[in-house]
Nanobody, 123 residues
Framework: QVQLVESGGGLVQAGGSLRLSCAAS????????MGWFRQAPGKEREFVAV????????YYADSVKGRFTISRDNAKNTVYLQMNSLKPEDTAVYCC????????????????WGQGTQVTVSS
């Protein structure tokens, strides 16, 4: 049973950077498409980024494109989200998710979820 654990969240000023990590507890990590989602207070959970199994294909929400970078290290069973030029509107709980089948921008396409890590961007 694979488990996902996020880390790296925290408080940062606007314009700053954070790197989130999501560590998987199973060697089958490399078989999962991995995505990042976020949910701000009073808002629906929204898609942030996704990376395919090989790491060679990524896709981002328009709101983060050019600022965030998703990557993975299958040898370490870890997926990352590098967040630069952070804005107050990026404040949210960020969750990583894994999908064994095709997984895109919709939450229901993913099979596994981490507990989330809080990212707060101050103005």
């Amino acid at each position: 049973q694979v488990q996902l654990v996020e880390s790296g969240g925290g408080l940062v000023q606007a314009g700053g950077s954070l790197r989130l990590s999501c560590a998987a507890s199973a060697r089958t990590f490399s078989t999962y498409t991995m995505g990042w989602f976020r949910q701000a207070p009073g808002k629906e959970r929204e898609f942030v980024a996704v990376i395919r199994r090989s790491g060679g294909s990524t896709y981002y929400a328009d709101s983060v494109k050019g600022r965030f970078t998703i990557s993975r290290d299958n040898a370490k069973n870890t997926v990352y989200l590098q967040m630069n030029s952070l804005k107050p509107e990026d404040t949210a709980v960020y969750c990583c998710a894994g999908g064994l089948s095709y997984s895109g921008t919709a939450s229901h396409q993913y099979d596994l979820w981490g507990q989330g890590t809080q990212v707060t961007v101050s103005s």
